[in-house]
């Protein structure tokens, strides 16, 4: 009898080991850890163990430079991200990432109740810190293709590439409605108008996968499997309307404006079951979104059913006060109560929770808040599997940069051109060029720097110079790839006229544009073609016959050039696969792009947006000239 009762605790042990269940003292089975229970139930019993310590960790993203073992560990991070630039180390290959996510990951799964953490990165025109991943065009060439279904592919291709490093959660998509091209994260935009920022929020389908059509709870999170990554909506709300495009300004609209421009993105983001949505640095007239109750709590959570979880910007909650941080206290506590449940604090995170545990501990945030917010960031690592498989999948280390996401990054810079001139009044049409001309003079500062072709948050965050820094193909290499070998190809990036006059070109192919930019860096009060783009385009144009193909963010003045130029394309920022532009140039591929922007005369006329009274632009939103391909 004896020895039949001491089998019974070993039978009991046996019998919740075989269920894939662990006993934690005397709190009884680990139900969270059981993959079969519902999520609810295991977001339920997990968020019973936790104390305040652990649940305050969760509601913690840190920078990857302070992700050490023992802060981890000790301080129960729930989220660690990559700034912008914010490598592993430079020219970072994908299993180099892959083992610092791990590393990283160790330190969480060694916590009590062994919670993982989950890692975001910026990949918002592809897995853009990392070299050489594929950079597809910004999304203002996006809205140019017209194509939603394109850009449902890219993010797709967008979550194979952020897998490949070990990475689950990607901050995008921005579905920003730009209204005002001063803004320096206008080109983040899809475009001015509201229903095609709607349209193009499928992306979000690539990123996490098609949620099933069965019926769920609306706002429901969901991440569709190892090779989808957890999206993220941005910047809620208005962050395209602020006054002057200045950018974390304030946006002064009526209610009625609010909800026919701005918000209708965000619906689109929910019906499609976005996982996250990150609050916007901006105001709503006056009110920071950071501190907004109303629109955080009362509508996207409370009306609109959201039922993931709300993440600040980078030192967001720090931007409450002015200048930032100089009442710490209020902007956790604001912040907080105002909904947002996990906050960006990459630096000085024992503050944070320090100041946080000390306002529940005084009531001045209440308990309820806190679990709310753990609840949702427990539901979204339960839904995307995170518990089952918290560490990386080395197999998909291939995917990085691929070919096939290339071809389709290739694809999408042909489609997202906007031809908007093609020869001088009573000539033919300049373009599409022969394939075998004489002598083409390639000239203008862009046409052979893959830095400034694909713009800011490209391995920096303001992005950089030069052909060293990561891989692609620029606009120069991709037209000596193109033409016949009997061309000659001679490229200055500066002639002056007399070079241009004496050679006798066929052609003068001009790429001119801005330099890379983020954020307010990128604000910009005049929108002038920066020098020395004007030079070259006179010193080209007026010499020899000429194609001008404009690389920017956005629409820049270019009224003063255009009737000197026989040919104009606005190639917008499009990433790493020029070749796609020389497919173009040369009949390979039509142009078929047209306008997601207004193309504004002067800089007085801005903001002007279709449906504006006095409306009078020079190309209007929608216009893009057309060609045939060459066979």
Request: contains cysteine; aromatic residues 10%.
């Amino acid at each position: 009898m004896k020895t039949k009762r001491s089998l019974i605790p070993l039978v009991g042990i046996l019998f919740w080991c075989c269920c894939g269940l662990l006993v934690d003292g005397n709190d009884g089975p680990m139900i969270y850890k059981d993959p079969k229970q519902p999520v609810e139930v295991r977001v339920k019993d997990l968020l019973s163990r936790m104390t305040l310590g652990e649940k305050i960790g969760q509601m913690t993203q840190i920078e990857r430079v302070n992700a050490t073992f023992d802060a981890m560990k000790n301080y129960f991070i729930g989220s660690v991200l990559s700034g912008g630039g914010s490598v592993p180390s430079p020219n970072a290959t994908a299993q180099q990432w892959i083992d610092m996510v791990n590393d990283i990951q160790r330190g969480a799964m060694a916590t009590r109740l062994g919670i993982p953490m989950i890692y975001g990165v910026d990949a918002v025109h592809g897995h853009n810190n990392v070299y050489k991943a594929t950079i597809f065009p910004h999304n203002v060439g996006l809205g140019a293709t017209r194509d939603p279904n394109l850009v449902k592919r890219i993010g797709a291709a967008t979550a194979l590439e952020v897998r490949a490093t070990g990475i689950p959660y990607a901050f995008a998509p921005c579905i920003a409605v730009c209204r005002d091209p001063r803004w320096g994260r206008c080109y983040e935009s899809y475009s001015e108008d509201a229903k095609l920022v709607q349209q193009f929020s499928v992306i979000i389908s690539g990123l996490q996968g098609d949620a099933p059509s069965k019926q769920v709870k609306k706002g429901r999170p969901f991440v569709g499997g190892k090779d989808k990554v957890a999206a993220c909506a941005k910047h809620y709300v208005g962050d395209g309307g602020t006054v002057n495009g200045i950018n974390e300004n304030n946006t002064i609209v009526t209610t009625e404006q609010l909800f026919d421009i701005h918000m209708p993105p965000y619906w689109s983001a929910l019906d499609q079951r976005v996982s996250t949505v990150m609050i916007s640095y901006s105001s709503i007239n006056g009110k920071k979104m950071h501190a907004n109750k109303e629109l955080v709590t009362e509508y996207l959570k409370e009306k609109l059913k959201f039922k993931g979880f709300t993440i600040s910007d980078w030192e967001g909650i720090d931007r409450i006060t002015s200048p930032p941080h100089s009442n710490y206290t209020y902007s956790v506590q604001e912040s907080v109560l105002a909904g947002l449940d996990m906050i960006m604090v990459p630096y000085l995170y024992p503050e944070f929770i320090n100041i946080l545990t000390d306002l529940v501990n005084k009531k001045v945030i209440p308990m309820r808040r806190i679990n709310d917010a753990v609840k949702r960031i427990l539901r979204v690592k339960f839904e995307m599997g995170l518990f089952e498989n918290p560490y990386a999948d080395n197999s998909f280390v291939n995917k990085l940069g691929c070919k096939e996401h290339r071809e389709l990054a290739r694809e999408a810079v042909r489609k997202s051109l906007v031809l908007l001139k093609n020869g001088k009044q009573q000539s033919p049409p300049v373009l599409p060029l022969e394939k075998k001309l004489p002598k083409i003079l390639v000239a203008g500062t862009h046409a052979d720097n893959l830095g400034y072709q694909c713009g800011g948050w490209t391995i920096e965050w303001q992005g950089d110079s030069g052909n060293n820094y990561t891989e692609g193909t620029t606009i120069l290499r991709a037209i000596n790839a193109t033409v016949d070998a009997s061309t000659q190809v001679v490229f200055s990036e500066r002639p002056d006229y007399n070079f241009v006059k004496d050679n006798n070109f066929s052609i003068g192919i001009v790429v001119v544009g801005e330099v890379p930019y983020a954020e307010t860096k990128g604000d910009n009060t005049n929108l002038t073609l920066p020098w020395p783009a004007p030079d070259i385009i006179n010193n080209v144009c007026k010499a020899t016959k000429c194609v001008v193909v404009l690389v920017s963010g956005r629409p820049l003045v270019i009224e003063p050039y255009v009737e000197a130029m026989d040919a104009l394309v606005a190639a917008w920022l499009p990433g790493s696969e020029g070749q796609g532009v020389a497919d173009a140039l040369f009949g390979d591929s039509p142009f078929t792009g047209k306008l997601s922007r207004t193309w504004f005369r002067r800089i007085d006329q801005v903001p002007m947006n279709f449906g504006d009274q006095n409306y009078d632009p020079l190309f209007p939103f929608g216009f893009g000239l057309q060609t045939t391909k060459v066979y």
